[in-house]
């Protein structure tokens, strides 16, 4: 029988979408499981078929567990706000949203296709504004929250007013941008604008200077992520250092929580190894040296207090407030210079930069507190304002940087040693100096050196001993026009949050998408962008007096912003009084599996994390952490095909004769060969670009072969391949089952259409054992037991795979079992009736329809998965080799169920043994029980 994959895939799309198959109920009788991809942004290039992997993966284990009796939630969504959009509409003046629906209406094609088991019915978008209002409601209650370190959790910004009017700063301990002092008279007698100052410098969402990556050309402030060599991934612009006023997530008040949280988190170990880099928990000193002739200090963090000793130089980040105080007048254009320079470069490139040091000499000296010797102060780059207090005390003899920077600047390097016999006993430079601290560590192990060092600090007063993370708080503002508005306004220069009842403060009209020429962000061109204090409404600008219509904040909320929390808006996407219900985030709890590439390790994953950790601590939810079992899935590497232009020329050499000629190898779009080759249309070439429109070819024999490599597909590699095209020629269900046919899910693998045709044979097989000839016919003749054996094999091995996400195994399963079928021309309803629930997860087109000719009613989706019955795996026979001094004889089919003993005495009286040993005793006679025999005459 003909299989028109066409015409089925098409018929079971409607039928799910008419039926809404997939949509969830929150019945809570049943258990729950809930399935997530990373939430995609729907860009204009659509999908190609490697961004389908990690959903096809998801998309068996949720049907999986429909099969097992889950209520399983599914869903999908658009994380639609970005730049990409933004920059498409300042290019051609169109709307972003106008773009961004094109691109999702392209993307839901595309993924319905596919046939994933979606509830559509659950879809979110972050650009809605009935969504990003309870985006704007979370940032509202982290600005009205503060982190109270004694009870370890996110508090109500009024206990900490509260605390305040008790006992001023006594007992308070919190995460906090500065050490304030006061009591709580002074409070009271504060005014209120003194009053918002001081709670600015503890709330979870606050206003402060921040260095920033400054992208001029994008009019904009971009994430670590969105840089790349010191220029915007996107566009390619160059970026600078700058210090702005922005709005930040005190998300460092969560790193040992987030820490922590990880030991209780089934999540590959690398990604797990990213986070805690990431958060760089270290345990040091806080020390204060002095600077001479100056009032102030320069403070610093170090992991080996006990090294004080061999200190001799200070380096300070060039962003550090103090470089301006301390600089003298002769060194003032020398560091000014080099602040410039370093400007230009981004925090990740300065971290990545290990071997190059670079500086410059402030001109003034710090003491050291235990030796009373000088040590000049320089500026590095290698020195980062944002870890640690943005200044180091270098110790050349013990660390690498510092000592490349020692040598550079030809300053003094001391080793120190603990007694004056290991003076004797190491060998020193001439060059370098040595220092002997026999007074505080003579014979002390490193950890009680450590301590004792951190207790003299404490006794001079200079210091204290501390525990230090690496990661900063998360910058929240970006200066763009297309994400989420920040629901701030400002009076008399201090942010106010606008009152939840006016939410959502939705994104306002422009007339053009970059910043003003004064060098606000795009809502600065908004006509209808103020607040209207008395009225609760946004209105015109016009109208600002700052006495009842204030500005409202111009910038907008970054990328992550939405997607930090849609996991907890699809378990209730259409509430309108609350962002989810108590019941149902205590029934959904957490993401049972989340699928999604690395690149999101120290983004995405970790402001997820703290936003979970926030709301439960604030009481709306109840799970620590969101995602409790993620995986992610490899990359789908594309054949690149490549063609080699001579220097100076627009001649172009085939593969094997470039050889002989000065070349640059050129990206060629891989639509342009012929077929499945490796040849060039050189017509359609001619034709794909303007400037390749008069090419001349040097072919060999005839042809103009390509030279051809894998990497990673990219629509910039033009080694693109489109689902739509393979969707058309071998089907949906060959597309899933090919991609996970090609390899284990977590790793990468070359994408090869050639390989297509393998699987949709399969398929093909599949369809035909329901058919004799054009007829559908299965019998209800009761299987024989080997028929019965191929399916509880396979129901075995594919329970263990997809349990175990070895989808590709089990596809090869399918094939195996199918052949087996075949071979002994199996029909029967009780074998083939559980093998298309089997295949169903991933195949499901097929398998429904099949499902349907079999005389169901009902869709196969929520059939129960068959249970395996290991009866049928007991063989009934063995076929044991029989050898002879090691050497095979023969084999003989004895029974399963004798014993060893059985088989020796049965073997030994076969005639071909008796022939062998010729009326001879065996020296020796093995048995390994339903394996082999071996005789030792």
């Not at 230009?344 to 410059?360: C, I, P, Y």
């Not at 090919?738 to 399969?762: I, R």
Request: hydrophobic share 35%; glycine share 6%.
């Amino acid at each position: 029988m003909f299989y028109d994959h066409q015409q089925i895939e098409k018929k079971w799309q409607k039928y799910w979408e008419e039926n809404q198959t997939y949509k969830t109920s929150d019945n809570t009788d049943k258990p729950k499981f809930y399935v997530l991809d990373m939430f995609p942004y729907p860009s204009g290039a659509g999908l190609h078929v490697g961004h389908p992997l990690g959903y096809i993966a998801s998309d068996i284990y949720a049907r999986y567990k429909r099969h097992q009796g889950f209520n399983v939630l599914h869903p999908v969504g658009y994380d639609s706000f970005g730049l990409p959009a933004e920059q498409y509409a300042i290019q051609t003046g169109q709307h972003p949203a106008i773009t961004t629906e094109e691109n999702i209406n392209r993307y839901e094609e595309q993924l319905k296709k596919i046939g994933f088991s979606f509830d559509w019915s659950r879809e979110l978008r972050t650009s809605d504004a009935s969504y990003y209002k309870w985006t704007q409601w979370i940032f509202i209650e982290l600005y009205h929250s503060w982190y109270n370190k004694n009870t370890d959790k996110a508090e109500s910004i009024n206990t900490l007013i509260q605390h305040f009017e008790e006992k001023g700063t006594e007992g308070l301990n919190a995460s906090q941008n500065d050490e304030l002092n006061f009591t709580a008279e002074e409070w009271k007698e504060s005014s209120v604008l003194d009053k918002e100052d001081i709670l600015l410098n503890y709330r979870l969402a606050y206003r402060a200077e921040t260095t920033v990556n400054w992208c001029p050309a994008l009019g904009t402030v971009l994430a670590n992520d969105e840089v790349k060599d010191g220029k915007s991934e996107r566009g390619g612009f160059p970026v600078f250092q700058k210090k702005m006023m922005q709005w930040s997530m005190r998300i460092s008040a969560y790193s040992e929580r987030l820490l922590q949280g990880l030991n209780t988190l089934d999540w590959p170990q690398p990604l797990k190894d990213a986070q805690e880099y990431w958060i760089g928990k270290s345990q040091g000193a806080q020390v204060r040296f002095n600077v001479e002739g100056h009032d102030e200090t320069v403070e610093v963090f170090t992991t080996r207090p006990d090294t004080i000793f061999g200190a001799t130089f200070m380096v300070l980040a060039p962003e550090n407030p103090l470089v301006d105080t301390i600089t003298t007048e002769a060194q003032k254009a020398e560091v000014d210079t080099y602040i410039e320079e370093t400007s230009k470069k981004t925090e990740r490139d300065r971290m990545s930069d290990v071997k190059n040091v670079s500086g410059a000499f402030t001109g003034s000296y710090a003491i050291n507190p235990f030796s009373n010797e000088k040590m000049p102060i320089y500026i590095s780059d290698y020195v980062l304002m944002g870890y640690g207090t943005g200044a180091v005390m270098a110790v050349p003899a013990h660390d690498e940087r510092d000592h490349r920077f020692a040598k550079k600047f030809n300053l003094q390097i001391k080793k120190v040693v603990e007694t004056e016999e290991d003076v004797q006993e190491k060998s020193f430079d001439s060059k370098d100096s040595v220092c002997v601290n026999s007074d505080f560590l003579n014979g002390l192990n490193y950890s009680d050196a450590k301590s004792l060092i951190i207790d003299a600090i404490e006794k001079k007063g200079i210091g204290h001993g501390t525990t230090n993370y690496r990661q900063r708080d998360a910058i929240f503002s970006r200066q763009r026009y297309w994400g989420e508005p920040v629901p701030i306004y400002y009076k008399e220069g201090m942010p106010y949050t606008i009152p939840v009842s006016a939410l959502p403060l939705e994104l306002p009209e422009v007339e053009k998408y970059l910043p003003t020429e004064d060098g606000d962000p795009p809502l600065g061109n908004a006509k209808v962008f103020a607040w209207d204090e008395a009225g609760q409404k946004v209105v015109s600008t016009d109208l600002i007096d700052d006495k009842t219509v204030f500005p409202l904040e111009l910038s907008t909320m970054p990328g992550w912003a939405g997607s930090s929390w849609y996991f907890l808006r699809y378990m209730d996407p259409n509430d309108q009084e609350v962002f989810v219900k108590k019941e149902l985030a205590d029934y959904w709890g957490q993401v049972d599996l989340y699928i999604g590439g690395s690149e999101h390790a120290t983004g995405h994953l970790l402001y997820s994390r703290f936003w979970n950790m926030f709301l439960k601590d604030r009481g709306y939810i109840n799970q620590d952490e969101p995602f409790q079992k993620l995986i992610n899935q490899g990359m789908i590497l594309g054949m690149s095909a490549f063609v080699y232009r001579i220097d100076g020329t627009n001649q172009y050499v085939s593969k094997n004769l470039a050889g002989n000629y000065q070349t640059q190898k050129i990206h060629v779009d891989v639509s342009l060969l012929k077929g499945a080759s490796d040849e060039l249309d050189t017509e359609a070439f001619k034709s794909w670009r303007p400037d390749y429109a008069d090419a001349e070819f040097i072919l060999e024999e005839g042809k103009y072969i390509t030279d051809r490599e894998v990497e990673k597909m990219s629509k910039s590699k033009y080694n693109v391949v489109n689902p739509d095209d393979i969707c058309e020629e071998y089907g949906a269900d060959g597309l899933r089952l090919y991609e996970m046919f090609l390899g284990p899910l977590e790793q990468s693998k070359p994408w090869n259409t050639q390989g297509l045709s393998g699987v949709y044979g399969f398929l093909k097989k599949f369809w035909n054992l329901y058919f004799n000839g054009d007829t559908f016919e299965v019998s209800d003749e009761e299987p024989s037991k080997a028929e019965y054996k191929v399916l509880h094999t396979l129901i075995k091995k594919v329970v263990y795979d997809i349990e175990n996400f070895s989808f590709n195994t089990s596809v090869s399963s399918f094939m195996i079992a199918v052949n087996e079928l075949q071979k002994i021309k199996c029909n029967k309803r009780n074998i083939l009736e559980p093998l298309a629930v089997i295949i169903s997860p991933y195949a499901p087109h097929i398998c429904e329809e099949l499902w349907s000719l079999l005389g169901n009613k009902e869709s196969v989706e929520f059939e129960k998965f068959p249970i395996l019955n290991e009866d049928y795996l007991v063989e009934d026979e063995i076929e044991y080799p029989v050898s002879v001094n090691g050497k095979m004889k023969f084999k003989i089919a004895l029974s399963a169920q004798l014993s060893a003993k059985e088989v020796e005495d049965l073997v030994i009286s076969d005639e071909r043994i008796q022939s062998v040993l010729e009326g001879k005793t065996p020296k020796k006679i093995i048995v390994v029980h339903h394996r082999i025999v071996n005789i030792v005459i």
